[in-house]
């Protein structure tokens, strides 16, 4: 990831620019395999190094957070079309560097994650209009609040009453209420949670998942539906237990029935791979399966970054920031398991590229943030 700081002329005049359909490569892969169809990519001074998008649920908005422009985005959606127009940008002390931008599952909320400001901002969200009002955030050691220093994400619980950040020493617990911000619990395992890029909870709300970049490791904490307070259950590492993939382990992703977790690894450093786990009945992880860059025919990723699963769960996608390519996968509902089919460059190659990723809800199109581009590439689904 960049740090260093853009200069942002005016925040309120700039407003998107479309380019032309790029031509693609795709890396080796399943053969016949379609390339995904560019329809429109967006830039703005809204969207220096963008790492992050987020559609709401009817399928009409999406928000992007930019880190050097310190600003989170809104932008109203065609579903038709899949393309996007920018309608706001809000920015304010809080989100300096902000990295990530999440909904809440009732979207009524949305946070934002902002590592300098070593903060997590709230807003409110207006549902017809798309719009969103900052609220309040949560700064690390005000109020007694902790989990926040380079808070990099932060994610609601499933029934939207809790907030659980992702930082450099681990897991921040806030419940949500009265339109604000109240901090639970900090959870470290014991410093077993170090280098935080990512925290997930289960749709059934019952686990939180967590990717420990510094550390190695993948945590699996139960969680208390009334309390919102997390208690470790397993802490997988690097190395250990048969698992060789998970060194700068980075995002997650879990499919609506909880039973496959799907890792990715190597933004910034380690395995370049794409990792797949069973729940088991005691709630803890199994390997599955690994994905290595390089080996057998998966090859175009370096610098493992986000992943999502298509709302139909037939496909796992995965973006990697220093290649800068879109790396997809065909999933075996029943087993889980993945075979690589492909990827290809997303947009004009840059480096760090390709940084955030998010299906649309019909699954139609897909949205990636391209980090030193300053766009947001949509593609179109064959």
Not at 20 to 38: D, H
Not at 285 to 311: C, K, M, R, T
Request: some cysteine.
């Amino acid at each position: 990831m960049k740090t260093g700081m853009g200069a942002v002329s005016s925040l309120w005049v700039a407003m998107a620019v479309l380019f032309p359909q790029s031509g693609m490569s795709v890396e080796a892969g399943a053969p016949g395999t379609p390339e995904l169809k560019e329809v429109q990519r967006v830039t703005s001074e809204h969207l220096m190094s963008v790492t992050s998008v987020a559609p709401s649920n009817d399928g009409k908005f999406l928000y992007a957070a930019a880190f050097n422009s310190h600003v989170v985005s809104a932008f109203k959606r065609d579903p038709e079309t899949g393309q996007l127009e920018l309608i706001q940008g809000s920015q304010v002390p809080e989100l300096q560097t902000a990295v990530s931008v999440r909904l809440s599952p009732d979207n009524r909320y949305a946070s934002a994650s902002a590592f300098s400001a070593n903060a997590v901002s709230l807003f409110k969200r207006d549902a017809e209009t798309g719009h969103l009002t900052w609220l309040t955030a949560a700064r690390q050691g005000e109020d007694g609040n902790e989990g926040l220093t380079f808070a990099i994400d932060a994610n609601f619980s499933a029934d939207s009453r809790f907030l659980y950040t992702a930082c450099s020493t681990g897991i921040g617990v806030f419940q949500v209420g009265d339109d604000k911000l109240t901090f639970v619990q900090s959870q470290t395992a014991d410093g077993q949670l170090k280098g935080l890029r990512a925290v997930v909870v289960s749709p059934d709300g019952g686990t939180v998942y967590a990717a420990g970049s510094g550390s190695n490791t993948i945590g699996v904490l139960r969680r208390d539906a009334e309390t919102g307070k997390l208690e470790v259950s397993q802490i997988l590492t690097d190395g250990k237990d048969g698992v060789e993939s998970l060194a700068g382990a980075f995002r997650i992703a879990v499919t609506a029935d909880g039973k496959h977790i799907y890792v990715s690894s190597g933004r910034f450093s380690g395995d370049q791979a794409v990792t797949v786990f069973e729940k088991q009945q005691d709630g803890k992880l199994q390997l599955l399966e690994a994905h290595v860059n390089g080996e057998g025919d998966f090859s175009g990723f370096e610098g493992g970054n986000s992943i999502a699963i298509s709302p139909d769960e037939k496909q796992v996608c995965v973006v990697a920031s220093v290649s800068d390519r879109l790396v997809r996968f065909r999933r075996d509902p029943q087993s889980g398991k993945l075979t690589f089919i492909g990827s290809q460059v997303v947009g004009e190659v840059a480096k760090p590229g390709a940084a955030g990723l998010c299906f649309s809800p019909d699954g139609k199109f897909l949205y990636v943030a391209d980090e030193n581009s300053s766009s947001i590439v949509v593609y179109q689904q064959p």
